[in-house]
Nanobody, 122 residues
Framework: VQLQASGGGLVQAGGSLRLSCSAS????????VAWFRQAPGKEREFVAA????????TYADSVKGRFTISRDNARNTVYLQMNGLKPEDTAVYYC??????WGSGQIQYDYWGQGTQVTVSS
C-alpha cells in the first residue's frame, strides 16, 4: 500500500486542521493506521492509531481530547482531525500502516507516507 499525507499548513493557536492520509494500491480498510509527528530537533513520536476495523483507537496523552483519528473506507483515506492546536503541535506529520501489527511504536509499521508540515503560531 502507498500512502500520501496532506492537509498541513499554518494555523493560529486554538485553530483546527484536518490531515488526510490517502492510500493507493490496497484497500486501507484492511490495514491498521497510525499518525506520528516529528518536531525540529526531536525524535519522531506517536500521535494516534486506529485498528483496521476502527474498533480500537489510541492516542498520545498530549493530544487526547483534541485530536481524532477516523477513516473513510469509501475514499480509502484516514483522517486526523486536530482541534485546539498548540504551538507545541508544530511538526511534520506522517501516516503509517501495517496489516499485522499496530500500536504506538514506529517499528510496528512497515508502510509510511511522506510528511505534511503543520505549523501552529502563538
Amino acid at each position: 500500500v502507498q500512502l500520501q499525507a496532506s492537509g498541513g499548513g499554518l494555523v493560529q493557536a486554538g485553530g483546527s486542521l484536518r490531515l488526510s492520509c490517502s492510500a493507493s494500491g490496497r484497500a486501507i480498510s484492511g490495514y491498521h493506521v497510525a499518525w506520528f509527528r516529528q518536531a525540529p530537533g526531536k525524535e519522531r513520536e506517536f500521535v494516534a492509531a486506529s485498528s483496521w476495523r476502527s474498533i480500537t483507537t489510541t492516542y498520545a496523552d498530549s493530544v487526547k481530547g483534541r485530536f481524532t483519528i477516523s477513516r473513510d473506507n469509501a475514499r480509502n483515506t484516514v483522517y486526523l482531525q486536530m482541534n485546539g492546536l498548540k504551538p507545541e503541535d508544530t511538526a511534520v506529520y506522517y501516516c503509517a500502516s501495517n496489516q499485522d501489527r499496530w500500536g504506538s511504536g514506529q517499528i510496528q509499521y512497515d508502510y509510511w507516507g511522506q510528511g505534511t508540515q503543520v505549523t501552529v503560531s502563538s
